[in-house]
C-alpha cells in the first residue's frame, strides 16, 4: 500500500480559469446576484467558501484538490431570501450537483433561480488539515473513489476540460458495508457503540447537511422529547440512527457529515448503506433527476412484504 | 443465566397498532375470551402511516424486550395509502436497524384486520414466546444507564497530566 500514486489535477488550472471569466461575466452582465465559489484562503494551498458579488471578487475564485465543501448548504439554509435579489451563480462539483438535485425534488431550490457552474473534477482531498498535500491515491476523499460524477451534466456553463481518467481505486465504502455486513450482529452493535460514544453532539453533521433543513429538528424538540439531547450514548445512538432514517432516500453522498465530525465517526458509512438498501429495495438512486418523491414517500402495490407477517 | 432468571423473566412486548384494523382485531380476540400473553402492551395509532421509526427506538430504551407494529392489510388502509408508505418505511428502518447491530427477530411487523382476532392472537403469542426465549433486550438499556464522556478519563496522559499539578 505504499506505492501512492499521484492524482492527475492538470485540468483545475484550466478550470479555474473558465470558472473566473464565466463568474465575472454573468456578474457584469447582470444574470446574477451573486456567484458562491471557493477563494484561496490563508494556508498555503488551502480554499474556502466565498460568495463573489462583483467582478473584482470573481477574479479570486479558484477550483483546487482543497476544495472540499459542499457549497450547497449556502443555498439550503437561507433559501427563503435567494429569489428576493434574484439569481445565484455556484460553482458545483458533481457530487454536490446531486445534492442541488434533490433539494430542488423536495421543492427548496428553484432551477431557474440558479445558475449552475459545473465542475470537471478529478477528486478533492479527504482532509484538509494539511491543504497543500498533493492529489494522491492516500489523500484523495473516499467518496471520490466511488465517484461517477466527475464531468456533471446539465449544468448551465461547464469549462470545455476532460477528465483524465482516473485510475480504478479501490471503493473504501464498500468495502467497509461488505466488512460489517459480514459481521454478527453482536459485533456490528460493538462497533457502532464505541463509534458513537465518541460523539460530543455538536450536530457539525447537521449543520453542514444540505438536506438537513427542517426549521425545527425532531431531535431538538422536547415535549416529547424523542430523542435525548445531552451527549451520552443512548442520545448519541439515538441521535444518529435517527439522522441516518431521515437521511434515507435522499443523502447524495457528498460525505460532508464525515469531514466535520470532530470525532471521526465514520458517518457517511450509514448514509451509503441506506443508499444500497434502497438501491436493491427500490432501484432507487438519489441526485440523477429532479424526482417529485423520492423512495420513502412513494410506493408501489408491489413493494416487497416477506418480512411482514 | 441460571433457571431461576429464565423462568421469572417475563418479555416487554409494545405493540404499535393502527385503530382501524389492528385495534380492532385485538378488541375482537378480546370480546371473543381468546386468551393472549399479557405482555404485549398496545399502543393505539391513527395509522400505520403515523407510526415513526423514532418510537420505535425509544420502546427499547425505555425497557421493551421486543416491538410489534401492525396495520390494516395492503389496501385496506383507512387513509388509502399510509400502511404503503409504512411499508416503505419499515424496510428501511429494519435494514438499517440490522447494519446498527438490533436483533431483528425482537422487531415483529403483521397485518392483522379487524376480523383477524385470531391471528392477533397468533401474532402476540408467537413474538412473546420467541423474546421470551432470547432474554432481555439489554443493549439500549445498557445504553441508558452509561454515563459515558466522549473520551476515556483515566488514560495514562491524564494521569501524568493530574500528577504533575
Known amino acids: ?309 | 443465566m441460571d433457571n431461576r432468571t429464565q423462568q421469572d423473566f417475563e418479555p416487554k412486548i409494545i405493540a404499535f397498532v393502527c385503530t382501524w384494523c389492528t385495534y380492532a382485531g385485538a378488541d375482537l380476540a378480546g370480546t371473543s375470551r381468546m386468551q393472549y400473553p399479557s405482555n404485549v402492551r398496545v399502543l393505539k395509532f391513527p395509522c400505520t402511516g403515523r407510526i415513526d421509526p423514532v418510537f420505535i427506538l425509544k420502546a427499547f430504551q425505555q425497557g421493551a424486550d421486543g416491538v410489534l407494529v401492525s396495520g390494516c392489510h395492503p389496501g385496506d388502509c383507512h387513509y388509502i395509502a399510509g400502511n404503503f408508505h409504512a411499508r416503505r418505511r419499515f424496510a428501511a428502518f429494519r435494514k438499517l436497524l440490522e447494519f446498527i447491530g438490533v436483533d431483528l427477530n425482537r422487531l415483529q411487523f403483521s397485518w392483522v384486520s379487524a376480523a383477524e382476532g385470531g391471528k392477533w392472537v397468533e401474532v402476540v403469542t408467537d413474538l412473546t414466546e420467541k423474546v421470551r426465549t432470547m432474554g432481555p433486550m439489554v443493549e439500549f438499556k445498557e445504553l441508558a444507564l452509561e454515563e459515558q464522556w466522549s473520551g476515556a478519563i483515566d488514560t495514562p496522559e491524564l494521569k501524568e497530566a493530574y500528577n504533575a499539578i
Open chain 1, 1 to 309: 500500500m505504499n506505492n501512492h500514486a499521484a492524482l492527475d489535477t492538470s485540468i483545475y488550472t484550466a478550470v479555474t480559469e473558465a470558472i473566473r471569466v464565466e463568474a465575472q461575466r454573468i456578474l457584469s452582465e447582470g444574470q446574477v446576484t451573486a456567484v458562491i465559489g471557493y477563494a484561496a484562503s490563508r494556508r498555503k494551498g488551502s480554499a474556502r467558501p466565498v460568495i463573489a458579488t462583483d467582478a473584482v471578487a470573481a477574479d479570486k475564485l479558484i477550483f483546487t484538490a482543497a476544495c472540499v465543501n459542499n457549497l450547497a448548504v449556502y443555498l439550503t439554509k437561507a433559501k427563503k431570501d435567494i429569489h428576493k435579489g434574484g439569481k445565484i451563480g455556484i460553482v458545483v462539483k458533481g457530487c454536490d450537483l446531486k445534492a442541488l438535485i434533490g433539494l430542488m425534488g423536495e421543492s427548496q431550490l428553484k432551477r431557474e433561480d440558479l445558475y449552475l457552474i459545473g465542475v470537471p473534477c478529478s477528486g478533492v482531498l479527504g482532509s484538509t488539515m494539511q491543504p497543500a498535500t498533493e492529489l494522491t491515491t492516500a489523500t484523495i476523499a473516499p467518496k471520490c473513489c466511488e465517484c461517477d460524477v466527475h464531468q456533471p451534466t446539465g449544468c448551465d456553463f461547464i469549462p470545455s476540460v476532460t477528465v483524465p481518467s482516473t485510475p480504478q481505486l479501490e471503493g473504501k465504502y464498500s468495502a467497509e458495508i461488505a466488512r460489517l455486513e459480514a459481521l454478527t450482529p453482536a459485533e456490528r452493535w460493538s462497533y457502532w457503540k464505541e463509534q458513537f460514544a465518541k460523539c460530543i453532539k455538536c450536530y457539525a453533521c447537521r449543520q453542514v447537511c444540505p438536506f438537513c433543513f427542517c426549521e425545527q429538528c425532531l431531535c431538538d424538540r422536547n415535549k416529547p422529547q424523542m430523542v435525548d439531547s445531552t451527549p451520552r450514548p443512548s442520545g448519541n445512538t439515538a441521535w444518529h440512527i435517527v439522522r441516518a432514517m431521515h437521511l434515507a432516500g435522499r443523502c447524495a453522498g457528498c460525505a460532508e457529515c464525515e469531514r466535520v465530525c470532530p470525532m471521526d465517526i465514520p458517518l457517511n458509512l450509514l448514509n451509503r448503506k441506506m443508499a444500497k438498501e434502497l438501491k436493491e429495495l427500490y432501484d432507487y438512486e438519489s441526485g440523477l433527476e429532479v424526482l417529485e418523491k423520492g423512495p420513502l414517500n412513494s410506493f408501489a402495490e408491489k413493494d416487497d412484504q416477506s418480512f411482514i407477517k
